[in-house]
């Protein structure tokens, strides 16, 4: 039976619940697919328990990507939400917009609307921030933004030792300047995960979503150049649905280019490889994507307050979990990634290009947290230059598609990796984190020769899963979207996630691709008005 909508919404992560969640309010009929199920698994909602849904199928796609060229052809592990929530489900829940600088340069080259000041009414409108209401912030919105309910020994150590290398102390790295040292906030309410599953699909907006689970999207319908509706696949069958107004894909950095490539719309010779219709070739669908690289360094601690005390002690672990069970208290109750240090890695850049970051674990390479007490300087290169790509490998959503970032392929973003990774240590090395320091584990302190750094920043850099860039907004050739978010060549088709970003912005993607969904359901209602 084909069903009929206003608005089918395709994907149910970040972006795709606030587009849904503000149509619904609005009065439409909106039909919301979502390829995993119900956002039950209690490790969900504890915040510490990411680490269990990292790598677990029932909640993740678990993408990998090609092997990557200029990384000793690694391929890279890229979790990805399968689940009511996506991503901001399984996620560290760092709530980070980027610097008004990144918006302005969208804006600036050619996405109208995308400014600063334009963008920042749609992050205020989506929060409820624990610390009030100012000029740069919201409440009453429904995204719930807490500081960490505790701040921790080896976090105050490292801001402290920050601040001896010149670092100023940022109490808000929302606020007008993101350079220094802090603690971050996360998408929590009352110690508990807040992602936009729990906070748009609620209320009298319910009444108008009709929310299906388990619904593998086949392709997008497509009938004399307009989106008509969509086919998809659960588990009781085949089904198609119409909608009356428009089909808004929020499938993300992956999912968006590869259902678009698979419904026929695409570069040509990709589609007919593969045996698949073009419906409408659009050269950019996959093309753009960005991530931050990031390379760590881990060091054996003296302070015996980490993830690892936690996991290799299971009575200790017993003990805290109810802790956090009964009081919502304890390690359990925050992410484990209190700290961030934005730094500048040349004078000649006007803004922060690098985030280093304090993780209060170390893991091995089977991703377990080591047999020790035990924590990870991570440096992140933001504003990265390597684009990479997003391709189907077949006809079938089920085909993984071939994701690949180039990373360190640019002299620039190795010297850039190299630049952080040399502040990271200089951080461990300085009072009051050097008193912390049992030794260095990795690259260990008789690596220091840049060739010998180079070479460990291939073996061991990783993706910050922050993907974005892959449905590019613009106007030149190359972009997917418009302005207002309208896929070029197709009627009543938009792509509203983090595949829309021109450029990466200089931080954890999860804000501004809430706003993205914030503004993108904004202009959908203001276009049914006209």
Same mark, same amino acid.
């Given at each position: 039976?084909?069903?009929?909508?206003?608005?089918?919404?395709?994907?149910?992560?970040?972006?795709?619940?606030?587009?849904?969640?503000?149509?619904?309010?609005?009065?439409?009929?909106?039909?919301?697919?979502?390829?995993?199920?119900?956002?039950?698994?209690?490790?969900?909602?504890?915040?510490?328990?990411?680490?269990?849904?990292?790598?677990?199928? @029932?909640?993740?796609?678990?993408?990998?990507?090609?092997?990557?060229?200029?990384?000793?052809?690694?391929?890279?592990?890229?979790?990805?939400?399968?689940?009511?929530?996506?991503?901001?489900?399984?996620?560290?829940?760092?709530?980070?917009?980027?610097?008004?600088?990144?918006?302005?340069? *969208?804006?600036?080259?050619?996405?109208?609307?995308?400014?600063?000041?334009?963008?920042?009414?749609?992050?205020?409108?989506?929060?409820?921030?624990?610390?009030?209401?100012?000029?740069?912030?919201?409440?009453?919105?429904?995204? @719930?933004?807490?500081?960490?309910?505790?701040?921790?020994?080896?976090?105050?150590?490292?801001?402290?030792?920050?601040?001896?290398?010149? =670092?100023?102390?940022?109490?808000?790295?929302?606020?007008?300047?993101?350079?220094?040292?802090?603690?971050?906030?996360?998408?929590?309410?009352?110690?508990?995960?807040?992602?936009?599953?729990?906070?748009?699909?609620?209320?009298?907006?319910?009444?108008?979503?009709?929310?299906?689970?388990?619904?593998?999207?086949?392709?997008?319908?497509? @009938?004399?150049?307009?989106?008509?509706?969509?086919? *998809?696949?659960?588990?009781?069958?085949?089904?198609?649905?119409?909608?009356?107004?428009?089909?808004?894909?929020?499938?993300?950095?992956?999912?968006?280019?590869?259902?678009?490539?698979?419904?026929?719309?695409?570069?040509?010779?990709?589609?007919?490889?593969?045996?698949?219709?073009?419906?409408?070739?659009?050269?950019?669908?996959?093309?753009?994507?960005?991530?931050?690289?990031?390379?760590?360094?881990?060091?054996?601690?003296?302070?015996?307050?980490?993830?690892?005390?936690?996991?290799?002690?299971?009575?200790?672990?017993?003990?805290?979990?109810?802790?956090?069970?009964?009081?919502?208290?304890?390690?359990?109750?925050?992410?484990?990634?209190?700290?961030?240090?934005?730094?500048?890695?040349?004078?000649?850049?006007?803004?922060?290009?690098?985030?280093?970051?304090?993780?209060?674990?170390?893991?091995?390479?089977?991703?377990?947290?080591?047999?020790?007490?035990?924590?990870?300087?991570?440096?992140?290169?933001?504003?990265?230059?390597?684009?990479?790509?997003?391709?189907?490998?077949?006809?079938?959503?089920?085909?993984?598609?071939?994701?690949?970032?180039?990373?360190?392929? @640019?002299?620039?973003?190795?010297?850039?990796?190299?630049?952080?990774?040399?502040?990271?240590?200089?951080?461990?090395?300085?009072?009051?984190?050097?008193?912390?320091?049992?030794?260095?584990?990795?690259?260990?302190?008789?690596?220091?020769?840049?060739?010998?750094?180079?070479?460990?920043?291939?073996?061991?850099?990783?993706?910050?899963?922050?993907?974005?860039?892959?449905?590019?907004?613009?106007?030149?050739?190359?972009?997917?979207?418009?302005?207002?978010?309208?896929?070029?060549?197709?009627?009543?088709?938009?792509?509203?996630?983090?595949?829309?970003?021109?450029?990466?912005?200089?931080?954890?993607?999860? =804000?501004?691709?809430?706003?993205?969904?914030?503004?993108? =359901?904004?202009?959908?209602?203001?276009?049914?008005?006209?």
């Amino acid at each position: 039976m084909n069903r009929t909508y206003d608005y089918i919404v395709i994907g149910a992560g970040s972006a795709g619940c606030a587009v849904a969640g503000r149509l619904g309010e609005a009065g439409h009929s909106v039909l919301l697919l979502e390829a995993g199920g119900r956002d039950s698994n209690p490790w969900i909602h504890i915040p510490l328990g990411y680490a269990k849904l990292y790598a677990n199928p @029932s909640v993740n796609w678990c993408y990998t990507s090609e092997p990557e060229p200029f990384m000793n052809g690694r391929r890279l592990f890229q979790p990805r939400g399968k689940v009511l929530g996506g991503t901001g489900s399984i996620n560290g829940m760092i709530y980070m917009r980027g610097q008004p600088e990144d918006f302005d340069g *969208w804006a600036a080259g050619g996405c109208t609307g995308w400014s600063w000041d334009e963008v920042l009414p749609f992050f205020r409108k989506c929060e409820d921030q624990e610390r009030g209401a100012d000029a740069f912030h919201g409440t009453g919105g429904p995204v @719930s933004v807490s500081d960490l309910p505790s701040k921790h020994d080896l976090g105050e150590a490292f801001h402290a030792a920050s601040e001896r290398l010149g =670092a100023p102390r940022n109490a808000d790295f929302n606020g007008p300047a993101q350079l220094g040292t802090g603690y971050v906030q996360t998408t929590t309410r009352k110690a508990r995960r807040w992602s936009t599953a729990r906070g748009y699909l609620r209320g009298p907006a319910m009444r108008n979503i009709d929310l299906t689970l388990h619904a593998m999207v086949e392709r997008i319908l497509v @009938s004399e150049g307009r989106a008509t509706g969509v086919a *998809w696949t659960d588990r009781a069958g085949r089904h198609e649905a119409t909608a009356r107004a428009e089909v808004i894909l929020c499938g993300g950095a992956f999912n968006s280019p590869q259902l678009l490539q698979l419904s026929g719309i695409g570069p040509g010779s990709l589609l007919r490889e593969h045996g698949i219709e073009v419906v409408h070739e659009l050269s950019g669908v996959g093309e753009n994507l960005q991530d931050h690289f990031g390379i760590g360094t881990e060091y054996r601690s003296r302070v015996k307050s980490t993830v690892n005390d936690i996991y290799n002690n299971p009575l200790k672990g017993g003990r805290e979990l109810l802790r956090y069970l009964l009081f919502r208290t304890g390690p359990f109750a925050d992410n484990g990634n209190y700290s961030n240090t934005f730094i500048h890695t040349s004078p000649e850049i006007p803004t922060p290009d690098m985030m280093v970051t304090f993780m209060a674990w170390c893991t091995g390479e089977d991703l377990k947290p080591r047999p020790f007490s035990g924590f990870t300087i991570l440096a992140e290169h933001i504003r990265p230059d390597a684009r990479g790509h997003v391709r189907i490998t077949g006809p079938r959503p089920t085909d993984q598609p071939a994701i690949r970032f180039n990373f360190l392929e @640019s002299e620039a973003d190795m010297q850039a990796a190299l630049a952080g990774l040399k502040y990271g240590r200089r951080i461990a090395r300085t009072e009051p984190m050097a008193s912390c320091v049992e030794r260095e584990i990795t690259p260990g302190p008789e690596v220091e020769d840049d060739e010998d750094l180079r070479a460990y920043c291939r073996a061991n850099g990783l993706s910050l899963l922050h993907a974005v860039g892959t449905c590019r907004m613009g106007t030149g050739h190359d972009a997917v979207v418009d302005p207002r978010l309208r896929v070029r060549g197709i009627d009543g088709l938009r792509v509203v996630d983090a595949s829309i970003m021109p450029r990466i912005v200089s931080g954890n993607t999860n =804000a501004a691709s809430i706003m993205i969904g914030e503004k993108g =359901a904004a202009m959908i209602l203001e276009d049914a008005r006209t």
